[in-house]
C-alpha cells in the first residue's frame, strides 16, 4: 500500500531532513529523483505511524526514514496480501 504514489527510490531517499511541519501537521517535502520536479505529501496517520515505528530500526544513515531496504523484500511484503 503506497499512501504517497512516490516511487520505491523517492521512499527510500527520504530523510528526516525532508518532513516538515506546517500548521501542525506534517509533510513530505523534496523533489522527485528522476525528474527534479518538486513534491510535497502530506502524511496521514498510517504512514507516520510506519514511520514511527521505524525510528529505531538500525540504520546506515541515521536521517534515513526507512533504513536501508531493498526493492525485492518491500515488492513481497506489499504484494503478498494480494495473492
Known amino acids: 500500500m503506497n ?3 512516490l516511487s520505491f527510490v523517492d521512499l527510500k531517499e527520504l530523510t528526516t531532513d525532508n518532513i ?3 500548521y501542525g501537521e506534517k509533510w513530505f517535502v523534496n523533489k522527485r529523483h528522476k ?3 518538486p513534491y510535497q ?3 496521514l ?6 514511520i514511527d515505528r521505524y525510528r529505531d530500526y ?3 544513515n541515521p536521517k534515513s526514514v526507512f533504513g536501508e531496504v531493498n526493492y ?12
Open 58 to 60: 538500525p540504520k546506515e
Open 45 to 50: 496517520a498510517v504512514p507516520l505511524q510506519i
Open 41 to 43: 505529501v502530506k502524511l
Open 72 to 83: 525485492w523484500s518491500v515488492s513481497a511484503v506489499t504484494t503478498s496480501p494480494l495473492r
Open 3 to 5: 499512501f504517497t504514489a
Open 35 to 37: 525528474t527534479g520536479v
Open 20 to 22: 516538515v511541519e506546517v
